[in-house]
Nanobody
């Protein structure tokens, strides 16, 4: 089992920055690909970003490219999502995920955190 706990969400204005953190415990963190999904009210969960277990391969949804950066610290069992130039359409609950699969579908990720709310006001 892997337990994931997100933090760092909040209410910000358009153009601001936030850094989300996801602390993992349980099985070997470095064995898992880690990612972030988000879900806005009335919508399906959306892939945001993923980073491979060694941190050498990264993918983003097009809408956040150039604004968001995913990173990981295997020594600290933590994955981060640096979010810059935030827009109202980034408003959502952000979920940290872990899995041995790779891809943009939720099915590749076995473990999910409880989520952290990000709200961007215009």
């Amino acid at each position: 089992q892997v337990q994931l706990v997100e933090s760092g969400g909040g209410l910000v204005h358009t153009g601001a920055s936030l850094r989300l953190s996801c602390a993992a415990s349980g099985r070997t963190f470095s064995a898992y690909n880690m990612g972030w999904f988000r879900q806005a009210p009335g919508t399906e969960r959306e892939f945001v970003a993923v980073i491979s277990w060694r941190g050498t391969t990264i993918a983003y949804v097009d809408s956040v490219k150039g604004r968001f950066t995913i990173s990981r610290d295997n020594a600290q069992n933590t994955v981060y999502l640096q979010m810059n130039s935030l827009k109202p359409e980034d408003t959502a609950v952000y979920y940290c995920v872990a899995g041995t699969g790779w891809g943009r579908s939720a099915e590749f990720y076995t473990y999910w955190g409880q989520g952290t709310q990000v709200t961007v006001s215009s």
